[in-house]
């Protein structure tokens, strides 16, 4: 191994919360990242689903040139158009016709909490309580990890808000038990990622769509990994026929640029002043070009290519599970998959690294693949191949 990857891999200065692989990436191209020795790896982890259109995408990278030879950041003291540009194409996509940006996944289901919990204070009748799903991942930021469920996650950190009730997903009745007219807000991830790839229930959603139509509860979608073409379609909330009140984007919305957006109904901005949220960076020029760049990609055709290359390796996955007895279910939509195994997930990614395939493991036994949008039939197979082999 070269000196300049041995010295990548030595950081005596960044902060120890991640155990990282003994790999140090320095360039990237298409589906593909090449390390300080050059090796080349083929990426189905996407940044955490994040690189949609891939490494070094000239479309993408010629906005960002352009937009930071022109301006980048002015705050959100003044106005800028790109902001309405992207407001306004969210809008039309989601139904949602309201937008607040800022930088990332965590910051918009934080922002979506606050929003809620002020239309019921607006209105007069405060109302506190979240409901929130077993195997939930919201961010890690204080009111974004109150409602996600994973113990290990929340144990150190406590208190949290309080008011957090966890359902099961899989029991309906429940559901609809927790959901009261005490209730601010439900939010729900339409697959939960972290979590397992686990794709929510029909009856769930009717469960909810129920509740909150009873108790006036206001929906929230987390679609921060699920959402912007992540399973072939912009929304997945949408897909599932689930009609959300607010919704959080991250990850993918950027193409690798930090910027989440928080995008709620008019009745719920109606209750939101001036003052009450903000965000120094959020929604700057340059992360907002970076967001407009994907959304070209995406009306241009790009989710249909998310669409056919979803079922491809859909159907790929599906001949591993029955070539492998240790693969109990693969789940997810779209580009966006879990294999659930009777074994150590964590030794399989580590083979698959040492094959030139990068996937990941979540919810501890469950193999996590999240390729690029532009990943090509070609790619896939060489996945399938590499993955087939270390299983």
């Known amino acids: 191994m070269s000196t300049a990857a041995v010295s990548a891999f030595s950081e005596p200065h960044v902060l120890g919360t991640y155990r990282r692989a003994n790999v140090s990436f320095v360039r990237g191209e298409g589906a593909w990242l090449i390390d300080a020795d050059g090796r080349r790896y083929l990426d189905f982890v996407s940044g955490v689903g994040v690189t949609a259109l891939g490494h070094a995408h000239q479309a993408l990278a010629r906005a960002l040139g352009e937009q930071a030879a022109t301006l980048a950041h002015t705050s959100n003291?003044?106005?800028?158009?790109?902001?309405?540009?992207?407001?306004?194409?969210?809008?039309?996509?989601?139904?949602?016709s309201r937008v607040f940006f800022c930088n990332s996944g965590t910051e918009a289901v934080e922002a979506c909490l606050k929003f809620a919990r002020r239309f019921w204070t607006t209105a007069g009748t405060p109302r506190a309580r979240l409901v929130a799903f077993t195997h939930g991942f919201h961010g890690r930021t204080l009111g974004s990890l109150s409602v996600t469920w994973e113990p290990a996650y929340r144990a150190p950190f406590g208190p949290l808000v309080d008011e957090v009730v966890f359902v099961d997903p899989n029991d309906a009745g429940a559901i609809e038990s927790a959901v009261t007219e005490a209730t601010a807000a439900v939010i729900?991830?339409?697959?939960?990622?972290e979590g397992g790839v686990r794709p929510l229930p029909a009856a769930a959603v009717e469960a909810i769509t129920r509740a909150c139509a009873t108790t006036g509860a206001l929906l929230i979608a987390d679609e921060v990994q699920s959402g912007m073409g992540r399973t072939g379609q912009m929304f997945h909330s949408k897909t599932l026929g689930l009609s959300p009140d607010l919704m959080a984007l991250g990850k993918a919305l950027g193409g690798g640029m930090p910027i989440g957006a928080a995008l709620m109904s008019d009745r719920v901005a109606d209750a939101v002043s001036p003052g009450d949220h903000g965000s120094t960076y959020g929604g700057n020029l340059l992360a907002c070009r970076a967001a407009l760049t994907v959304l070209d990609e995406l009306d241009g055709?790009?989710?249909?290519?998310?669409?056919?290359?979803?079922?491809?390796?859909?159907?790929?996955?599906?001949?591993?599970?029955?070539?492998?007895?240790?693969?109990?279910?693969v789940r997810g939509e779209g580009l966006m998959r879990g294999l659930e195994i009777d074994g150590d997930a964590a030794a399989v990614v580590a083979a698959a690294l040492e094959r030139g395939l990068?996937?990941?493991?979540?919810?501890?036994?469950?193999?996590?693949?999240?390729?690029?949008?532009i990943v090509t039939l070609p790619q896939i197979d060489h996945a399938i191949s590499i993955l087939d082999d270390v299983l």
């Open 77 to 96: 003291l003044y106005h800028h158009p790109l902001q309405a540009e992207l407001s306004a194409r969210l809008a039309a996509h989601s139904g949602l």
């Open 188 to 193: 729900v991830e339409p697959i939960q990622g």
């Open 301 to 329: 055709g790009l989710l249909r290519q998310v669409r056919s290359a979803g079922a491809y390796l859909g159907a790929a996955l599906d001949v591993i599970t029955a070539r492998h007895p240790n693969v109990i279910a």
């Open 358 to 373: 990068l996937i990941n493991r979540t919810s501890g036994t469950v193999l996590r693949l999240l390729p690029p949008y």
